[in-house]
C-alpha cells in the first residue's frame, strides 16, 4: 500500500513537475521609452496596476502583440553585444511584462520588424542608454505574480467590463468566461480592448465565478471571487497557476 501510493505520488510529480516553462530564444531588437522611472503605457490597459507590473515592461511590436492577446506575457531579454552598447555583464537578463504596443507606424515596430519598446528600467538592466537601439535575444517565460488573478469589475448593469491582471504562469489571457450563481454554463467573455473583457449578461446582485486560461492552455477556475453585494470598480483576487 505504502508503495502504491509512493508510486501515485511519484506519478503525480512526474505529470506535474511544475508550472515554470521558458520557450526557445529569438532575436529581435530593442529601445527604450517612456519617463526615466518606468511607463506601463495604455495599449493593454495596465495604467492603474504599475504596483503589479512596474517597472519591467515592454511595449511590443504587432507581431508579438498579436491584437492584444500577448498583453501580460511575460518575456526574458538579453542584449546581444554587436554594437557593443551591452552592459558589461553581458549575461545578465531581465524579464519584462508585455503592457502595450509599439504600432506599425513606427519604423522600427512595423512588420516584419520583432521589437521590444523596453521601460528605461527595463533597457537599462542589459545595455548603456547611448545604444539607444540593440540587437537582442528573447524568450517567452512564465510568469512569475505575487497572489492570485485580479478582476476589476467596471461599467453598468446592462455593460460589464473585467480587467483581468496578475495572471501567473503564461500570464497572457486567451478567454475568459463567467458564470453567475445560479446558473448552469460558463458564458464566454469577449474581448474589448488589451485586457479588458465585456459582457452584457446580468451579473449584478450575483456571486461570480470566473475562469481564465493562458495562451499556454492553463485553467484557472476562481470560484466566488465577487460576492452578491459587489459594486462597479470593486477588485476581487482569484486564484493563480
Ligand atoms: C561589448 O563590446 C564592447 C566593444 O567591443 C566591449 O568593450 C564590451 O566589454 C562588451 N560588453 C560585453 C558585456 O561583452
New binding site residues.
Given amino acids: 500500500m505504502a508503495a502504491e501510493m509512493r508510486l501515485s505520488l511519484l506519478i503525480v510529480l512526474v505529470v506535474f513537475p511544475c508550472v515554470v516553462f521558458a520557450h526557445s530564444w529569438n532575436e529581435a531588437h530593442a529601445t527604450y521609452y517612456g519617463a526615466p522611472e518606468g511607463t506601463i503605457g495604455g495599449a493593454c490597459g495596465f495604467e492603474e496596476y504599475k504596483q503589479i507590473y512596474s517597472p519591467y515592461t515592454a511595449a511590443l511590436s504587432p507581431t508579438l502583440y498579436n491584437e492584444a492577446e500577448s498583453c501580460g506575457a511575460c518575456f526574458e531579454i538579453v542584449c546581444v553585444?554587436t554594437t557593443?552598447f551591452?552592459?558589461?555583464?553581458?549575461e545578465k537578463s531581465v524579464v519584462v511584462t508585455a503592457t502595450d504596443l509599439c504600432p506599425a507606424s513606427d519604423a522600427r515596430c512595423s512588420p516584419p520588424h520583432v521589437h521590444f519598446d523596453l521601460s528605461q528600467p527595463a533597457f537599462h538592466l542589459i545595455a548603456e542608454h547611448l545604444g539607444g537601439d540593440v540587437p537582442v535575444k528573447y524568450r517567452k517565460v512564465s510568469c512569475k505574480r505575487k497572489g492570485g488573478a485580479k478582476f476589476t469589475i467596471t461599467g453598468n448593469p446592462n455593460f460589464n467590463l473585467v480587467t483581468v491582471t496578475n495572471v501567473a504562469g503564461g500570464g497572457d489571457v486567451e478567454t475568459v468566461e463567467v458564470k453567475a450563481e445560479g446558473d448552469k454554463e460558463w458564458k464566454n467573455m469577449k474581448r474589448n480592448w488589451g485586457e479588458k473583457w465585456e459582457t452584457s449578461e446580468v451579473l449584478s446582485g450575483k456571486s461570480l465565478n470566473f475562469r481564465v486560461t493562458t495562451t499556454e492552455g492553463e485553467v484557472v477556475t476562481s470560484k466566488h471571487v465577487a460576492p452578491e453585494s459587489w459594486q462597479f470598480g470593486q477588485t476581487f483576487e482569484g486564484k493563480n497557476v
Avoid at 551591452?86 to 553581458?90: L, R
Fill in positions: 553585444n557593443g551591452c552592459k558589461k555583464d553581458g
